[in-house]
């Protein structure tokens, strides 16, 4: 056969590909809708499992900084692969031996703002506070708290929560940043 041959039948070849792929039976079409189906629950679960890692590691760089701990470098910096940094650090000015963290505060409380959206804060011993907004599973910002004399304080990105002491019938009256009253109900 020679090179005219092979280009005409290549040729041929190529212009049917099209006609091939419309005559595609009904179980190749399903097929490949399962196939899309599983490509994209398989990339949205990874999403999720990627958002449970990067939530649980910022908790762990907050408490590195609290310590001043070298450690919270390297953390910071695989932190960064996963695109860039969502919370702010959230500072405070005693230091982490100095600082209090009350067990009736421990645990996770339903927040009530003024026109905001169902909110709930994961209070932890280890001075970190893990803020879930609306029906998200994964904690969007992780803050720090701490009891100053008779207040207890959060710390996020934005500014200071700042709560009365002591806890009265699982509730705690505070003000965030802007002045607006916010209140804390122990969920668990």
């Not at 099209?18 to 629950?41: G, I």
Request: hydrophobic content about 35%.
């Amino acid at each position: 056969m020679n090179s005219l041959h092979r280009t005409i039948i290549l040729s041929s070849s190529i212009a049917l590909l099209p006609t091939c792929a419309l005559a595609e039976s009904q179980y190749e079409r399903e097929m490949a809708q399962l196939r899309v189906q599983r490509d994209k629950a398989l990339s949205e679960s990874g999403t999720a499992l990627n958002a449970r890692y990067r939530a649980a590691l910022e908790q762990v760089y907050r408490r590195a900084l609290q310590a001043n701990d070298p450690t919270a470098e390297a953390i910071k910096t695989e932190l960064e692969t996963l695109g860039p940094l969502r919370v702010g650090v959230a500072t405070t000015t005693a230091s982490p031996s100095a600082m209090i963290h009350p067990k009736t505060m421990q645990g996770t409380w339903d927040v009530k703002r003024m026109g905001r959206e169902k909110e709930s804060w994961e209070i932890k011993e280890d001075g970190t506070c893990a803020v879930t907004f609306g029906a998200n599973k994964v904690p969007n910002e992780i803050w720090t708290w701490a009891k100053a004399k008779d207040k207890i304080e959060f710390r996020s990105p934005k500014g200071v929560y700042t709560f009365e002491w002591p806890v009265k019938n699982n509730r705690v009256e505070g003000y965030g940043p802007a002045g607006n009253g916010v209140t804390l109900t122990k969920a668990r």
